[in-house]
Structure formats: C-alpha cells, structure tokens
C-alpha cells in the first residue's frame, strides 16, 4: 500500500507546523509548504503533520 500526499497550497498560511513536525515537509521561498516525497509507503509522520495542520491543508490519501 502507499499514500498520496496533497497539500492544498491557496490554503496554507505557511506557518511551518507540518515541516517542524515531518521532515518530509519543507517550506519554500513562496512561504508555503512542500512535500518532497509525493506518494510514500509508509504514512509516518505525513499522518501527524496533516492531523496539526491548522487549516486542514494536508491530504494524506490511501492509494
Ligand atoms: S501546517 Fe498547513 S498551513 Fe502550516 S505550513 Fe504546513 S500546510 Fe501550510
């Protein structure tokens, strides 16, 4: 199995919550996050940076 990661950028406010807490995560010179790795095996700390989004920006999505 793996997962999709989606983070919905229109949405981010670039607060960096999910690249403190996953290093798959990276902030970008635009102020918004970026994931390095798009389709993952193991949902890790994906799962947790999603579930401390403040908005709800992060899509962790079976495939
Ligand atoms: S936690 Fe959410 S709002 Fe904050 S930088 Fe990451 S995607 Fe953007």
């Known amino acids: 199995m ?3 990661i989606i983070i919905d950028r229109e ?3 670039g607060c960096g919550v999910c690249a403190a807490r996953c290093k798959n995560f ?3 010179d635009d102020g918004k996050a970026y994931a390095k790795e ?3 095996k193991e949902i890790g700390c994906n799962r947790e940076a999603a579930d401390n989004c ?3 920006a992060i899509m962790v999505n079976k495939k």
């Open 11 to 13: 949405r981010c406010i």
């Open 38 to 40: 798009l389709e993952v």
């Open 26 to 28: 990276e902030m970008k």
């Open 54 to 56: 403040p908005v709800d």
């Open 2 to 4: 793996s997962y999709n």
